[in-house]
């Protein structure tokens, strides 16, 4: 089991990202890479996978469903690092989420 805990980049939902000019996602993009390069060098060898993403937020949580996103960006952010060799069925099985209030906005990844 690997735990990552990471301050949120930027609190995001699909509902409001696909309305963003393209300049402004790959700023968005840009920055959910970015926050996992400390862990670049962890490596998973053991698949498949189970991810859980364990959201808190300073204000209001974002709905469950609308963490996927984040969820997404930060997955194939261990992909570009190499801490997952692929995001496919073969190397993760599951995706677990959780959204609720917190003292900051960040996110914990367990990966069993």
């Given amino acids: 089991m690997m735990k990552i805990k990471i301050p949120l980049p930027q609190k995001i939902s699909i509902n409001t990202f696909v309305n963003y000019h393209w300049a402004k996602r790959g700023k968005i993009i840009a920055l959910y890479h970015n926050a996992l390069v400390e862990s670049r060098n962890k490596r998973i060898t053991r698949f498949p996978v189970e991810l859980t993403y364990r959201f808190t937020y300073k ?6 469903d609308n ?3 984040s969820a997404k960006l930060l997955t194939d952010s261990m992909v570009l690092y190499g801490i997952l060799p ?7 099985s599951a995706l677990h989420l959780y959204s609720k209030k917190g003292a900051r906005d960040e996110v914990e990844i367990e990966i069993v």
């Fill in 59 to 64: 204000k209001k949580p974002l709905d469950t």
């Fill in 67 to 69: 963490t996927a996103f």
């Fill in 86 to 92: 692929n995001d496919s069925p073969q190397f993760v």
